[in-house]
C-alpha cells in the first residue's frame, strides 16, 4: 500500500471488529456508513469500510483511483489450533514487517492491548494501601491513566473464558502473551531456536506441529484460503459446501500434525500447486 494509511482510520478498523462489548452498529454509524438492518455478510460491511477508507485516504491525498492491493479473506478456523495460529499470525504482523520489534509495540493489534491491559491489572494491584488513600496530584493523575490503561482490553474478546464472558481458546493469558513474544522474536532474529519445553506442552496439546509453528505463523495467510485445521476437520466443511476438495491438505498437514506422527519437511512451491484436499 503506497499511501498513508492515517491513525484515525486504522483505528476505526480495528474497532470495526464484531466483538463482546463492542457494537457493530455502533461502529458502522461512527464511520458514516448506512446500516438498515444487523443480517448483512461480513462481505457487505467489509464492502462499505473499505469503501470509506478509500475515499478519505485519496481526499488526504488529494489523488484518484485504486487505494486497496485486493479483495479481504475469509478464513474458517475450525480448531482451536488454526485459531491460536491465526491469532499468532495477525498480532504479529508488525513485527514480520518491521515496523515493529515486539508485541507490546505493535499498535492497533489486540496483543499490545491485552499486554497493557494486563501491565496496568499488575501495577495497580501493587499499589500500598496508604497511597490508595493519600495520593499528590501526579500520583492521582498516574493511577487515572492506569486505570484508563487497564479498559484497553475490554472491548476484546478474552482468550479463556471467564465468569461473565466466553473466550475463545483453552489457554490462559499468560502463557499466550509468552508464546507470541517469543514467537516474534525468533521471527525478528530470523535465526528460529528451540522451542522452549513449556510451549512444547500447549502445542502439543493442541496437535500443532511444534517443528512447523514459526514457518506456519510466518505463511498462514498465503497457505490457507477458505478454512484451516487439522486436516480430519476439513472433510465435513467440504461436504457443506458442495466439493470433493479443498486446496489446503498439505498445509494443514504440515501445521496441525502432531510432530510425533510425522517427521515435519519444509512446504515447497511445488507442494502448493498439489496442495489438494479431496472428500471420500
Known amino acids: 500500500m503506497s499511501k498513508k494509511y492515517t491513525d484515525e482510520f486504522k483505528c476505526e478498523a480495528v474497532k470495526l471488529?464484531?466483538?463482546?462489548?463492542?457494537?457493530?452498529?455502533?461502529?458502522?454509524?461512527?464511520?458514516?456508513?448506512?446500516?438498515?438492518?444487523?443480517?448483512?455478510?461480513?462481505?457487505?460491511?467489509?464492502?462499505?469500510?473499505?469503501?470509506?477508507?478509500?475515499?478519505?485516504?485519496?481526499?488526504?491525498?488529494g489523488c484518484k483511483g485504486r487505494f486497496w492491493e485486493g479483495r479481504y479473506t475469509a478464513v474458517a478456523l475450525l480448531d482451536n489450533a488454526a485459531i491460536l495460529t491465526c491469532s499468532a499470525y495477525i498480532d504479529l504482523n508488525p513485527i514480520r514487517a518491521g515496523i515493529a520489534e515486539t508485541p507490546e509495540e505493535s499498535d492497533y493489534t489486540s496483543a499490545q492491548d491485552r499486554i497493557l491491559a494486563r501491565q496496568a491489572g499488575q501495577n495497580?494491584?501493587?499499589?500500598?494501601?496508604?497511597?490508595?488513600?493519600?495520593?499528590?496530584?501526579?500520583?492521582?493523575?498516574?493511577?487515572?491513566?492506569?486505570?484508563?490503561?487497564?479498559?484497553?482490553?475490554?472491548?476484546l474478546c478474552p482468550i479463556r473464558s471467564n465468569e461473565s464472558r466466553k473466550g475463545f481458546l483453552n489457554l490462559d493469558l499468560d502463557d499466550f502473551l509468552a508464546l507470541l513474544d517469543w514467537t516474534g522474536r525468533q521471527i525478528r532474529a530470523d535465526k528460529p531456536g528451540a522451542i522452549p519445553a513449556h510451549f512444547e506442552a500447549i502445542l502439543e496439546r493442541l496437535e500443532i506441529d511444534q517443528a512447523a509453528w514459526l514457518d506456519?505463523?510466518?505463511?498462514?495467510?498465503?497457505?490457507?484460503?477458505?478454512?484451516?485445521?487439522?486436516?480430519?476437520?476439513?472433510?465435513q466443511p467440504a461436504r457443506e459446501a458442495g466439493q470433493h476438495w479443498f486446496q489446503v491438505k498439505t498445509a494443514a498437514q504440515r501445521a496441525f500434525t502432531p510432530l510425533r506422527q510425522k517427521p515435519y519437511v519444509p512446504l515447497t512451491k511445488n507442494d502448493r500447486s498439489k496442495n489438494v484436499l479431496e472428500s471420500p
Not at 499528590?136 to 479498559?151: F, G, N, S, Y
Not at 505463523?217 to 484451516?228: D, E, I, K, L, M
Request: net charge positive; glycine share 4%; hydrophobic share 40%.
Open 124 to 155: 495497580l494491584a501493587q499499589l500500598p494501601e496508604s497511597l490508595k488513600m493519600n495520593q499528590t496530584l501526579d500520583q492521582a493523575q498516574l493511577i487515572e491513566e492506569m486505570q484508563a490503561q487497564l479498559k484497553r482490553a475490554d472491548w
Open 216 to 235: 506456519t505463523v510466518q505463511h498462514f495467510g498465503s497457505r490457507f484460503h477458505r478454512v484451516a485445521g487439522n486436516v480430519k476437520r476439513l472433510m
Open 17 to 61: 471488529v464484531k466483538n463482546q462489548g463492542y457494537s457493530v452498529s455502533k461502529a458502522a454509524e461512527s464511520l458514516g456508513i448506512s446500516w438498515p438492518t444487523l443480517d448483512k455478510s461480513i462481505s457487505w460491511v467489509m464492502r462499505c469500510l473499505n469503501e470509506w477508507v478509500a475515499r478519505k485516504a485519496n481526499r488526504e491525498d
